[in-house]
């Protein structure tokens, strides 16, 4: 995941690095926020922060067991990261393509929770969380129209249409820190919220939670630590790949 890492801002890496900490488990954390806290004032460990953070990640993409066994076996202990998102896709029940770059198949996870989201919503429902985000009448009801009409087949590359990248992409930001602020709770997602609002300005909100997400997300159940941390990492960094245009549509 380094080449998705090496777009991460520091506010990025704060987010990441604090989702990361545990009390039980073999990563160094003392060492990360150490390496992280001496990086905003020296950027020459920029490349050393972004391999520990990339290996932190796919120690946690493995249980503690396997992890230990793999590294006691031939000195490297965890996944490749295409087998971390895949595992994420089954968790949240997407389909992504097989293939493709790391950075490719993080933006389709998230383009495909995204999809899944969007199509739970009836049209009146779409309209009112359009209507909160702040999207202008003429565009939310060209939208719900298309959708009256053709269904909602592909409906988010109609958003990308009528709206255009800038703001379909600020829809896809929010959808997804809504959905890890879910996973994580409101409090631990204030930074997050707030990040999402300085890049986003014209979104109209208040809450900490930016979007209503449906009841599909409701039975969403994180079982066992790793998925805690790798689930809405992969989503996050999905998020860091598109910001710079996207490899997907």
């Known amino acids: ?87 994420v896709c089954k968790k949240l029940k997407v389909n992504v393509k097989v293939g493709g770059s790391i950075e490719s198949k993080l933006e389709k996870l998230v383009l495909s929770v995204v999809e899944k989201e969007l199509l739970s919503k009836t049209p009146e429902e779409l309209s009112k969380c359009f209507n909160e985000l702040g999207v202008g009448d003429i565009d939310r009801e060209e939208i719900i129209s298309h959708i009256k009409k053709n269904g909602k087949v592909a409906i988010l590359p109609i958003v990308f249409q009528i709206l255009g990248p800038k703001i379909a992409l600020g829809i896809v930001e929010t959808i997804i820190v809504s959905l890890i602020a879910q996973m994580i709770g409101r409090e631990a997602a204030k930074q997050l919220v707030k990040e999402l609002l300085k890049r986003n300005p014209w979104i109209n909100s208040l809450g900490p939670i930016l979007w209503a997400i449906s009841g599909a997300w409701i039975a969403y159940d994180l079982q066992g630590p790793a998925y805690r941390k790798t689930v809405p990492i992969c989503l996050y960094l999905g998020i860091v790949a598109l910001r710079d245009g996207e490899e997907m549509f």
Not at 55 to 72: E, N, P
């Open 1 to 87: 995941m380094k080449g998705v890492l090496e777009k991460c801002t520091v506010e990025d890496f704060n987010y990441i690095s604090a989702t990361l900490d545990s009390y039980v488990s073999f990563t160094n954390d003392k060492r990360r926020k150490t390496l992280l806290s001496a990086y905003q004032n020296n950027p020459a460990l920029h490349a050393e922060l972004i391999s520990l953070i990339d290996t932190q990640i796919k120690y946690f993409g493995s249980s503690d067991l396997a992890y230990l066994k793999r590294h006691l076996i031939n000195g490297e202990g965890s996944i490749p990261a295409t087998e971390i998102i895949d595992d």
